[in-house]
């Protein structure tokens, strides 16, 4: 079950979430049948805790909001996109490693945009 802390992200949400959010936002591109998708799940609740008030983490489907993912060229899942002042900053394809994730949300952090 997802952390409390992940928010579920939507194309009517999007805006608010991604692009006006205040802190960067790692955004995980996922489907329920993919295995590394859930693989990686619970270690973005972990870093949702970890950096909650420093980044924030949401989710989207991709079988529900195809538009989104294909905004954004996905093509293959689970993707992970840092969005920092709505601008894609960086991006994980695969399921990888708690230590790869936190550098990668540290280097979204600290991007300059």
């Keep these: 079950m997802a952390s409390a802390l992940i928010k579920t992200i939507t194309g009517q949400n999007f805006q608010e979430t991604v692009v006006d959010s205040p802190v960067p936002v790692l955004v995980d591109f996922w489907a329920e049948w993919c295995g590394p998708c859930r693989m990686i799940a619970p270690l973005l609740d972990e870093l949702a805790g970890e950096y909650d008030g420093r980044a924030a983490i949401g989710k989207v489907n991709v079988d529900s909001d ?8 996905i093509s293959g899942i689970p ?7 709505g601008q894609v900053v960086g991006q994980v394809v695969g399921l990888r490693s708690k230590k790869d994730l936190k550098a990668a949300l540290e280097s979204a952090i600290t991007a300059v945009v």
């Design 66 to 73: 195809q538009d989104l993912a294909v905004k954004y060229g």
């Design 79 to 85: 993707a992970l996109l840092f969005f920092k002042k």
